[in-house]
């Protein structure tokens, strides 16, 4: 089972974002468009940047889209989401990304551009599943202290709403952000920064 379908199976809305800028479709739009491109066409494609409106995410809410076949996980974080992550320091292995999982902009404390806006690759460190989201008020499942973030069912591992990745996990570190950029206030590039990454 790819990572994507599994990304599906868990309530999330997946959007699959078509090649570069240019606009992200829906999987059914996309299919035959991409298909009708010469085996060099796709391949060039399949590695291209995507360009993804972030206007219609809501406060909390979680999109996938894929990039090079993987998902990339874009969160519009809430005040109490930001909170915390503050509060997660001490739980973490590299609670300030001194691990290069992550472009120089984005090595900050929320590890993203816009401390409101995550932009995440969706696999794990450990051997590549893909982790769950966990809410705050998932303490039942997940412990009492449980500050919300993800969860990775393979074999254990955990990150914070930054995805970074708590001590004691099998995955070695914090989940990787891609190289992205800002188009406009909704709208992000991912696979492309400002140096043309
Ligand atoms: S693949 Fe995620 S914990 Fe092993």
Not at 169 to 194: C, F, I, M, Q, R
Request: proline share 8%; charged share 25%.
């Amino acid at each position: 089972m790819s990572d994507n379908q599994k990304v599906d199976k868990t309530r999330r809305n997946l959007v699959v974002a078509t090649s570069v800028v240019g606009g992200a479709a829906s999987v059914g739009a996309a299919a035959p468009f991409f298909a009708s491109m010469l085996p060099s066409e796709r391949a060039k494609a399949a590695g291209a940047p995507i360009e993804v409106d972030i206007s219609a995410i809501a406060p909390g809410e979680l999109k996938v889209y894929e990039w090079r076949g993987k998902p990339v996980w874009v969160i519009r974080r809430t005040d109490a989401m930001l909170e915390a992550i503050r509060k997660s320091d001490p739980k973490l292995s590299d609670p300030k990304s001194e691990v290069l999982q992550q472009p120089a902009y984005a090595q900050n404390e929320f590890r993203s551009i816009k401390p409101h806006v995550m932009v995440v690759v969706g696999v794990c460190t450990h051997l590549g599943c893909s982790p769950q989201e966990k809410r705050i008020d998932d303490k039942a499942e997940m412990g009492a202290d449980w500050l919300g973030g993800f969860y990775c069912p393979c074999h254990g591992s955990k990150f914070d709403f930054a995805g970074r990745v708590y001590k004691g996990s099998p995955a070695p570190t914090n989940l990787v952000v891609p190289p992205y950029k800002y188009l406009s206030d909704n709208t992000l590039v991912v696979g492309e920064d400002k140096k043309g990454a």
